[in-house]
């Protein structure tokens, strides 16, 4: 692991970037979308499926890992890849947006937050000190800084309260974290929708330092037009030369948006919940195979995918199967949104290179305006 992180920009268009970051447990092709791992596994997939859609890097979740099985044990197995059978690259969350999630489970004081567990009502601290130790113990390859993220909306009094707490938690996670080569440490812009807070709080961490810099404080209520309109301006602030992470982002068309405007990295749980509930995600839009209209439907779910789900298995197979409550059902339909998503993020890195990333949206959205709904 002596090789240190760092990122290459291969190209632009706009504001939109295509990279690569480079780990010594992979390259990591920008834009990149990051299926999640929770708790140490993507639901319903195998790593190496999961490797075969093209998926470069997981996310896994620090506060469900330490409560079960635990950091201590996961490091005396030898680590989160060897626990979990994957050898490329991991990034892990640091638990703050499930922790304040908990509200009336958690009392949150300048040193962290003290939180019930969710499973047994066990007593748990988690400040920015023990936050790294655990994603240390974990092995992570990227490591996210300890923040707190109010949900919105919030009056601008208190999100920048909140802002503030969150960079001197960045200073701390900074500190603790140390000096761990092969390993990066990405701080979190927080300032909700306002455009002097998402600059007080970059200036604030590029001040410290980091190898990477995450656009927090988006996807939790404010709806698409305001996370773009956050987006339009917050991406500027960040240094050039950094990866740019929108944490839990999201559906496709948000997906697009976002990489137009200069991000990097995305993560979101959208496309395993989605099959395991029989919705499909595809190039004409959404597909829920529960309905009625699947049942005598012989076609694929998309006649030019190549995943498992459509060159092997028709509509009325994949809905026969949900129904019956077979677990094949979820295995199918989250490998093909899985390999749907980074499909896009494919094409969205051929058209940055190529410089036709205008043309590419275009077809995208007319696409996805024809529906699905197509007579057989």
Excluded at 23 to 32: F, L, N, Q, S
Excluded at 71 to 84: D, N
Excluded at 301 to 317: F, I, K, V
């Amino acid at each position: 692991m002596s090789e240190r992180f760092h990122f290459t920009l291969h190209a632009t268009d706009g504001r939109a970037r295509t990279g690569t970051i480079h780990t010594p447990r992979g390259e990591i092709r920008t834009p990149a979308f990051m299926p999640v791992g929770t708790a140490a596994t993507v639901k319903a997939m195998l790593p190496e499926s999961v490797r075969a859609t093209g998926a470069d890097i997981l996310l896994g979740n620090t506060y469900h890992l330490m409560l079960r099985p635990g950091a201590e044990r996961i490091a005396r197995l030898g680590g989160l890849h060897r626990f979990m059978n994957w050898d490329r690259p991991i990034l892990t969350d640091s638990g703050g947006f499930q922790v304040m999630s908990l509200a009336a489970l958690r009392k949150l004081t300048e040193n962290g937050v003290t939180f019930s567990s969710h499973i047994d009502g066990s007593r748990h601290l988690l400040s920015p000190e023990t936050s790294m130790e655990i994603q240390r113990l974990l092995g992570s390859d990227i490591v996210m800084c300890f923040d707190e993220c109010p949900a919105l909306p919030a009056s601008e009094e208190a999100v920048a309260q909140s802002m503030r707490l969150s960079m001197r938690w960045a200073q701390r996670s900074r500190d603790a974290f140390g000096d761990r080569p092969g390993h990066a440490l990405f701080g979190i812009m927080q300032g909700g929708v306002t455009p002097d807070l998402r600059e007080e709080s970059a200036e604030a961490l590029k001040s410290i330092g980091f190898d990477g810099y995450a656009i927090g404080g988006l996807a939790v209520g404010e709806g698409q037009e305001a996370m773009f309109g956050v987006l339009d301006y917050a991406p500027g602030f960040l240094p050039q030369d950094k990866p740019r992470y929108l944490m839990g982002v999201g559906k496709p068309d948000d997906i697009v948006g976002a990489v137009q405007r200069g991000v990097d990295m995305m993560d979101c749980v959208l496309p395993s919940r989605s099959g395991r509930t029989g919705q499909a995600w595809t190039r004409r839009g959404q597909v829920n195979i529960k309905n009625a209209r699947h049942a005598d439907d012989p076609r694929p779910l998309d006649e030019d995918c190549t995943c498992p789900a459509c060159t092997g298995y028709s509509r009325a197979y994949l809905h026969h199967v949900f129904r019956a409550g077979e677990m094949i059902s979820g295995m199918l339909l989250t490998w093909h949104n899985l390999h749907y998503f980074q499909e896009l993020m494919a094409g969205l890195r051929d058209a940055i290179t190529q410089g036709r990333l205008d043309d590419f949206v275009t077809d995208f959205h007319a696409t996805r305006a024809q529906g699905d709904i197509r007579p057989l």
